[in-house]
């Protein structure tokens, strides 16, 4: 039997690492990772999709998109053919945004955002003090956020906050942690697979759940 291809988009400024811990069984299964790459100069987020479509090799693959990696893989499905497209911890469209990300784009906040500091974390790191909360989120951030350019970090937060599509695409299939505090869950307008507990980095501490409900989630006939 020919095996699945299931591409794994990371969230904002994350490499595939956070996806270490994820199995899908060999035998039924063959995973790829797909990488943020750096944006043409005003390029828009279908025009990035499209660039990132074509390192997929494999047709009618399965696109599985964590928080801002669900918004592409879900502009990604325009462009290809997908067997199933599943987003995590993300959003289905604009209006499932909160109130917070609604007035950043009124202001545009993200012209301002002090995105030149996650370039700097290991001077950051110079005054953790000791403090073990500060230092533990710190070596998360230094493992599981590879992409620190400038450019890419101002493109990726104007793009998220303008993402136009207004209508959610039925067909997604939309995990959501109950104490997401990025995208709370009460502001999704549609039906999704509850984890309980389950926060915005879940893909990472709820492993445990992905690893024993993605492949039926995945072979499932909707």
């Not at 493992?143 to 998220?160: E, G, H, N, P, Q």
């Not at 207004?166 to 549609?190: C, M, R, S």
């Amino acid at each position: 039997m020919e095996r699945i291809p299931v591409y794994l988009m990371p969230g904002l400024a994350a490499s595939p690492v956070i996806f270490e811990n994820i199995k899908l069984p060999e035998a039924t299964f063959e995973v790829f990772f797909l990488e943020w790459v750096l944006p043409e100069p005003e390029e828009s987020l279908r025009h990035y999709a499209q660039r990132i479509a074509a390192t997929i090799t494999h047709n009618n693959p399965v696109l599985i998109g964590v928080s801002f990696g669900g918004v592409l893989v879900q502009e990604i499905a325009e462009v290809i053919e997908a067997r199933k497209v599943i987003i995590v911890s993300s959003v289905k469209c604009n209006t499932e945004f909160p109130r917070r990300m609604r007035f950043a784009k009124m202001v545009r906040a993200y012209k301002v955002f002090p995105t030149a500091l996650m370039e700097r974390v290991h001077w950051v790191a110079r005054f953790a003090n000791g403090n073990s909360f500060i230092a533990k989120r710190l070596r998360l951030y230094e493992k599981y956020l590879s992409v620190r350019d400038k450019k890419y970090l101002d493109w990726a937060f104007k793009t998220i906050i303008l993402w136009d599509r207004a209508e959610p695409n039925p067909n997604i299939i939309h995990i959501h942690g109950t104490a997401d505090g990025v995208f709370p869950p009460q502001y999704l307008k549609t039906d999704y697979i509850a984890i309980e507990g389950g926060t915005h980095i879940m893909i990472i501490n709820k492993v445990k759940w992905f690893n024993e409900n993605l492949p039926e989630i995945i072979l499932r006939e909707e």
